[in-house]
């Protein structure tokens, strides 16, 4: 068999046990349209790489021989996740393939950014490989920032990073399968998987900075310069606003960055006056999303970050603004909601990252 075609039915095998948590030899043929002889030697395959195990016999009245049950191997390998997207802390865990959280690790990083950053990344991850007791599948990290193909960090303002070669480096340091993505991008991936997110939808997530990530028709969506999705240094309003970090004046990320919320926050005397902060990041949410949402006809905007400052009036006003400004008959069922997931997403987001990456299976 071609190695290509061996690879890609290898994971379709992977992908559908996945899904599934306990499917025969016979019952992965019809499955994936494979003959019963190419499954057994993948399934081989896939047994002696300790990637599926057998679970017993499957448990039922059928004539005949009882079916040999199998499932990926959920505990046998790990996979470590790190989230380098929070104002003044670095975030990592170690997870089993089904995302579930074995082991976590934080770094203080305020103030931290360039060659420092980096070192930090380091640190953590350190730490993380050190918590673990099975073999590591992969590390996963979710950037801020414009990160291409390759796992290179081309712009990270907040983080001091311009041109910065992230998966390069900590896979030398590292010797381990490291992959490197925007962490908006990685939040979407988790959205999808893991929390019950739509073909075609948007999540937003906000923290120290601002991005969103898109997928349309099932996929992710990355633009020509890898920069979908950056909204953070979108102008909202005409109406002027705070300088932004950029050197624009009234960007999204000068309405909706936490830190920025935080501090007009700080300001006010009044739970009216709170309301009222809250409630403009959101209208300048909704303003810079709207054209987003008509243009691609979503059906989905998800936002993540700080749930005691989005989820309620920042969400409502958000929600109310997005319905303002589209038309009704296109987007009336649209979904305006905060994640499930909470502070995990990334960490969720780098494990589907890893999962697809190493095996093909999301």
């Known amino acids: ?67 040999t049950m199998l499932d990926i191997n959920r505990d046998g390998f790990v996979v470590v996740g790190i989230d380098l997207s929070h104002n003044s802390l670095f975030t990592g865990a170690v997870t089993n393939l089904d995302g579930v959280v074995l082991h976590r690790e934080e770094l203080d990083v305020d103030g931290v950014a360039g060659d420092q950053a980096v070192e930090a990344t380091v640190q953590l991850l350190e730490r993380l490989v050190a918590g673990t007791t099975a073999p590591i599948l992969g590390v996963g990290i979710g950037s801020p920032g414009i990160v291409d193909a390759t796992g290179t960090v081309l712009s990270a303002p907040n983080l001091g990073w311009k041109d910065m070669p992230l998966q390069q480096i900590l896979s030398m340091r590292t010797q381990l399968p490291v992959q490197v993505a925007n962490d908006a991008n990685v939040a979407a991936l988790a959205e999808r998987t893991f929390g019950g997110g739509g073909a075609d939808m948007m999540l937003v997530r906000a923290d120290l900075g601002v991005g969103a990530g898109l997928i349309v028709g099932g996929q992710q969506v990355y633009g020509s310069g890898f920069a979908a999705g950056e909204i953070g240094h979108v102008m909202v309003g005409t109406n002027g606003g705070d ?51 008509g243009a691609l006809n979503l059906g989905e ?8 400052l989005i989820d309620g009036p920042l969400l409502e006003a958000a929600a109310d603004t997005l319905r303002d400004r589209t038309m009704a008959e296109f987007v009336g069922d649209l979904s305006v909601r905060m994640t499930t997931l909470g502070r995990d997403i990334i960490v969720l987001g780098a494990v589907v990252m890893v999962l697809t990456g190493q095996l093909g299976v999301y």
């Open 301 to 308: 905007v998800v936002l993540s970050g700080p749930s005691e």
């Open 243 to 293: 300088t932004c970090g950029c050197g624009k004046t009234g960007c999204l990320e000068t309405w909706l960055a936490t830190p920025r919320i935080e501090a007009r926050l700080a300001g006010a005397t009044t739970d009216a006056e709170r309301v009222a902060i809250l409630r403009e990041a959101g209208e300048r949410l909704g303003i810079a999303t709207a054209p987003i949402v």
């Open 1 to 67: 068999m071609p190695e290509h075609a061996r690879s890609h039915n290898r994971a379709l095998v992977l992908q559908a046990l996945y899904r599934a948590e306990g499917l025969s030899r016979a019952d992965l043929a019809r499955e994936v349209g494979l003959t019963r002889v190419t499954i057994s030697d993948l399934v081989g395959d896939l047994i002696s790489e300790n990637l599926v195990i057998e679970l017993g016999v499957r448990t039922g009245s059928r004539p005949g021989k009882p079916a």
